[in-house]
Structures are given as C-alpha cells and as structure tokens.
C-alpha cells in the first residue's frame, strides 16, 4: 500500500525539482501539498484494485506478469490511429512503429538514422514542453512569492505610519498639555502680582492711617501740654522784684 505512496511522491518531488529548474527550494510548506497530490493519486478504490488486478494478486492471475516478459513494439492499425490524426512528440513509439510498417527494411541506415532523428526530436519537443511547463509553475510561484512580499511590506508601512501617527498625535497632546501648564502658572503668576500689589496698597493705607492718628495723637498731647502749662503759668502768682527789677528768690522754707 505505501509503494505506490512513495513512488506518487518521489514522482511529484522529482517533477516538482525538475519544473522549477533550480530557482525555487524545496521548503517545509513545499511536504504538504506534495503529499497529499500523492497521496490523491495513489490511495484510490480503483486505482487499488487495478494495481491488484496489473499484478495478478486478485483474482490470482499469472498472465500479467508474463505479458511483460513478452513486449513487442506496439502496431499501429488502421482502426485505433486514422489517416488525418496527428501524432505529438511523446507518442514516438506509435512513430516508430508507423516508420517500421511503411518501410521494407528496418535494418538499413536509412531506417536507423530515420528512428534517430525521431527520437532525438520527440525528446527535444518532450523536453521543451516541460521546461516550458516548469517555468510557467516557477514563475506562478515565484510571482505568489512577490505578492506575499508585496503584502507583508503593505502591513509593515501601514504599521509604520500608523506608529507615526500615533507618535504625532501624541507630540500634539504634550504641547496641548505643555502648552494649558504654562497657562495655568501665568493666571497664577497674575494672581499673585495682584495680590502682591493689593496687599502693599493695604500695607501702604494701613501705614497713612496710622501715621495720621500718631500726629492726631501728638497733636493732642501737645495741645494739653500747652494747655496744663498755661494754666500753670496762670495759677502761678508773679515774681518778687526788687526796685531795681531783679527777681528776688526766695528761700524754700518761705514758699
């Protein structure tokens, strides 16, 4: 059961290797799809029981295997290819074989050049239209290669200016912030010039009305000092003098 398993995908790796022609490398995402074509192609109801049937294990027939010591070169009759088909490069035994019947000798040089010359062209157009058929699945892969490059390098430049959005929009938010705190310190520094201003000019009237009630005071208290020294001269009786107009003092035990 797992030959054919194993030869399905040693089929697919090879051409897998062979179409892409060195330009592409056999990856770890490369085993899946590789393995399940094989395993498509192999693990199949009818393709089980015709192996079974190709080998002659069920139903037990030896004929199979003794057909294959016993291969001539296929004919060509009338019946199976038709005078206007047209025979493509891979089908060069049938040439071969139509070559064999419309010649009388196969074993002239002629002949041998003839089945050379087919073969070689057969091959050469084999092996075109694999190269060409490779190089259309490198080229798809490569091209699906480049899309998910292309993608991945979008996502990056979108994350990227998204990042530098994100970045300018925060530097607008520190300047809008920055920008209310120095507001916010010059109101207070306003504040507390008015208020600075405002309590000198009550320090300022504070210091007028005080000065204004000490000359009130002063002014009374030298009103009363005028006041009790007139009253003292008044009481006082006049000074003794003499005929001349000299004071006369008298003794202390006569006042």
Same mark, same amino acid.
């Given at each position: 059961?797992?030959?054919?398993?194993?030869? !399905?995908?040693?089929?697919?790796? /090879?051409?897998?290797?062979?179409?892409?022609?060195?330009?592409?490398?056999?990856?770890?995402?490369?085993?899946?799809?590789?393995?399940?074509?094989?395993?498509?192609? #192999?693990?199949?109801?009818?393709?089980? =029981?015709?192996?079974?049937?190709?080998?002659?294990?069920?139903?037990?027939?030896?004929?199979?295997?003794l057909k294959r010591f016993n291969r001539n070169s296929p004919e060509v009759s009338s019946s199976d290819e038709s005078s206007t088909s047209l025979l493509i490069g891979s089908d060069w035994r049938k040439i071969k074989a139509l070559v064999d019947q419309t010649t009388a000798d196969r074993?002239?040089?002629?002949?041998?050049?003839?089945?050379? /010359?087919?073969?070689?062209?057969?091959?050469?157009?084999?092996?075109?239209?694999?190269?060409?058929?490779?190089?259309?699945? !490198?080229?798809?892969?490569?091209?699906?290669?480049?899309?998910?490059? =292309?993608?991945?390098?979008?996502?990056?430049?979108? !994350? =990227?200016?998204?990042?530098?959005?994100?970045?300018?929009?925060?530097?607008?938010?520190?300047?809008?912030?920055?920008?209310?705190?120095?507001?916010?310190?010059?109101?207070?520094?306003?504040?507390? #010039?008015?208020?600075?201003?405002?309590?000198?000019?009550?320090?300022?009237?504070?210091? /007028?009305? !005080? #000065?204004?009630?000490?000359?009130?005071? =002063?002014?009374?208290?030298?009103?009363?000092?005028?006041?009790?020294?007139?009253?003292?001269?008044?009481?006082?009786?006049?000074?003794?003098?003499?005929?001349?107009?000299?004071?006369?003092?008298?003794?202390?035990?006569?006042?």
């Amino acid at each position: 059961m797992f030959k054919p398993l194993s030869t !399905a995908y040693l089929k697919d790796l /090879s051409n897998y290797l062979h179409n892409s022609q060195g330009l592409l490398l056999v990856k770890k995402g490369d085993f899946f799809p590789l393995f399940w074509r094989a395993r498509g192609s #192999s693990f199949k109801k009818n393709t089980i =029981q015709k192996s079974f049937t190709a080998t002659g294990i069920w139903p037990p027939d030896p004929t199979p295997i003794l057909k294959r010591f016993n291969r001539n070169s296929p004919e060509v009759s009338s019946s199976d290819e038709s005078s206007t088909s047209l025979l493509i490069g891979s089908d060069w035994r049938k040439i071969k074989a139509l070559v064999d019947q419309t010649t009388a000798d196969r074993t002239s040089k002629e002949v041998k050049k003839l089945h050379r /010359s087919l073969y070689h062209i057969s091959t050469q157009n084999e092996l075109l239209r694999h190269e060409m058929k490779g190089l259309k699945e !490198a080229l798809s892969t490569k091209e699906k290669s480049e899309l998910k490059e =292309q993608a991945r390098l979008y996502k990056l430049q979108v !994350a =990227q200016e998204k990042r530098v959005e994100r970045q300018r929009l925060k530097e607008v938010r520190e300047k809008e912030r920055a920008k209310q705190v120095a507001e916010r310190a010059r109101q207070k520094a306003d504040r507390d #010039s008015t208020k600075a201003i405002q309590q000198a000019q009550n320090n300022k009237r504070k210091a /007028s009305k !005080a #000065s204004i009630q000490n000359n009130k005071r =002063q002014k009374c208290v030298v009103a009363a000092i005028d006041v009790e020294e007139l009253s003292e001269i008044a009481s006082a009786p006049p000074p003794l003098t003499t005929r001349r107009g000299r004071n006369i003092k008298l003794p202390s035990r006569y006042k």
